[in-house]
């Protein structure tokens, strides 16, 4: 709890020196968005999660913020699923996840590397869960679909491990949820998903590219 006070204040702050500043760019504005969205996550307020980070893409895709950078679309769209999961609706988290994996990003690619990573776990868990609310309903499992999904989530883990090493807690959490799912069925009904998160946005704030244009006063 001390830790999410914390974070809260300082949230407010950045929010503060955001209000005073002159013409401050969407990519600051969607950082402190994306942001918030994380921490009403943490509080388990995931509709106001879910439009904070909905609010924060919307900032990035809007004609004036052509600079954006690949990653920072990523980080909202990520936090969307996330909240979308956990308001079960998990055809909507996966429309979401496959809006972030049809976006293609820019310059070197091993930088793009672990938000790929995610984007592919995030649609893979998605799917999952659509599937297990079908069995829910009496509806057989698309075995195939459910091992392909396993091993997209198993391939994801590799790769973060690869990237981040094994003890990064992405890493950890994806190993985990690849585990639930290794014989290409199912998770467990009390399963909870260890949610991957991509913090990428927050480099608008202090990316050197981005000081001309939020002109703090």
Not at 101 to 130: D, W
Request: with cysteine.
């Amino acid at each position: 709890r001390g830790e999410l006070e914390d974070a809260a204040a300082r949230l407010r702050r950045g929010l503060y020196m955001l209000q005073r500043a002159y013409r401050p760019a969407n990519a600051a504005r969607a950082a402190l968005f994306n942001v918030q969205g994380c921490l009403r996550a943490a509080r388990d307020q995931h509709e106001a999660a879910h439009a904070d980070h909905q609010a924060a893409y919307a900032l990035l895709c809007t004609p004036t913020q052509s600079a954006a950078k690949w990653e920072w679309t990523q980080a909202a769209l990520a936090g969307s699923v996330w909240a979308l999961l956990a308001l079960r609706q998990p055809s909507a988290a996966m429309r979401v996840s496959g809006l972030a994996l049809k976006e293609q990003p820019t310059g070197q690619a091993e930088t793009h590397e672990p938000s790929l990573a995610i984007a592919r776990a995030n649609f893979a868990i998605a799917e999952l869960e659509v599937m297990r609310t079908a069995v829910r309903c009496g509806e057989p499992l698309d075995e195939s679909a459910a091992q392909r999904a396993a091993t997209c989530l198993s391939t994801s883990a590799t790769t973060l491990e690869v990237l981040l090493g094994e003890a990064h807690p992405n890493a950890r959490e994806a190993r985990a949820n690849a585990a639930a799912v290794a014989a290409g069925s199912l998770p467990p009904d009390d399963w909870e998903w260890g949610r991957l998160w991509q913090p990428s946005l927050g480099a608008a704030l202090a990316d050197t590219a981005m000081v001309d244009e939020t002109r703090v006063t």
